[in-house]
């Protein structure tokens, strides 16, 4: 035993080996440095004086440090607080109802038993590639749906997402097997029973990578609001703060609330995303190592 945990040392410890390590560390420190340079500017900017902004460009570090871009963003609270609040809400319903769904049609059409299966999967496939246009589509939730300023028109449209639903096929087609599925019915589960107690454990990562998908569709939309909602108290965080921006550029071309005091226009859309972004940043390293098994099985197994 001492012996081969030696000879597993001195494997490691070989000349390529260390140089294979060294090149390999070395492009995943480059590469994660490349992917933080632009989180880190927009931080910066959203701390640097919006003068010294246009003037200089964006700095690693602020050569002026100021926050009057999070001042002038958070000078009404209460509007920004809803919004999260209504974000918050619909990230976690619509995630939760959409791997729901998701998971079922998955788990129906990887069934071989389903006579109808590569007919419904080239339906939700063809949707992909054409549509009905945005203007029936319009006129089907707001005119025979009646979703106007309705949290189900943020919700629903985003509820069975071909792609996802493709992958989440794949993923259920991959991770759990027949056998099991025919042993359960023997036992004379059903096919509720079947997926609640035996292919949902199984899916984990799958739902995890989903899940996550899903939810930042819902956390980062935007444009759903601004077709179906009018009423500001429903606004997600994204168009509230777009909204916001706009009505503090009119007011300084009017000249209305201004005054002399400059509008941080920059650096105020550098602290929008970090304020945005915050809070769904953090989602991802609970879920990461599902996330990656996810994508890794969907991947080789699709």
């Known amino acids: 035993m001492e012996q081969t945990v030696s000879t597993k040392n001195k494997i490691r410890r070989t000349p390529s080996t260390m140089a294979f390590n060294v090149i390999a560390y070395s492009a995943i420190a480059l590469l994660s440095a490349i992917c933080l340079f632009p989180l880190i500017l927009v931080v910066s900017g959203s701390f640097t004086q919006n003068s010294v902004l246009m003037r200089e460009g964006y700095r690693l570090i602020p050569s002026a440090l100021s926050t009057d ?64 246009g945005m203007v029936p589509w319009y006129i089907l939730l707001s005119q025979y749906l009646h979703l106007n300023n309705s949290y189900v028109a943020r919700v629903f449209p985003l509820l069975m997402t071909p792609f996802l639903i493709i992958l989440m096929r794949t993923f259920i087609s991959s991770s759990c097997p027949a056998a099991i599925v025919e042993s359960a019915k023997i036992d004379g589960a059903g096919d509720f029973r079947i997926f609640l107690s035996i292919v949902l454990p199984i899916i984990g990562p799958g739902l995890a990578t989903v899940g996550l998908f899903l939810a930042l569709a819902y956390w980062n939309e935007w444009y759903l609001t601004s077709l179906f909602i009018t009423d500001r108290e429903m606004y997600s965080l994204q168009y509230y703060l777009y909204d916001m921006l706009n009505s503090s550029r009119f007011a300084q071309e009017m000249g209305m609330f201004l005054g002399d005091r400059e509008l941080p226009g920059e650096s105020i859309k550098m602290a929008m995303v970090v304020v945005v972004t915050g809070p769904i940043i953090f989602l991802y390293p609970f879920v990461q190592k599902y996330f990656v098994a996810g994508i890794t099985i969907g991947s080789v197994k699709g």
């Open 69 to 132: 871009a999070y001042a002038e963003l958070f000078k009404y609270p209460e509007g920004i607080i809803r919004a999260y609040g209504s974000t918050i809400l619909c990230t976690i319903v619509g995630t939760a109802l959409g791997l729901f769904v998701m998971s079922m049609t998955g788990y129906v059409l990887q069934r071989k038993d389903f006579v109808y299966r590569n007919r419904v999967s080239f339906l939700i496939y063809f949707t992909t590639i054409f549509g009905g």
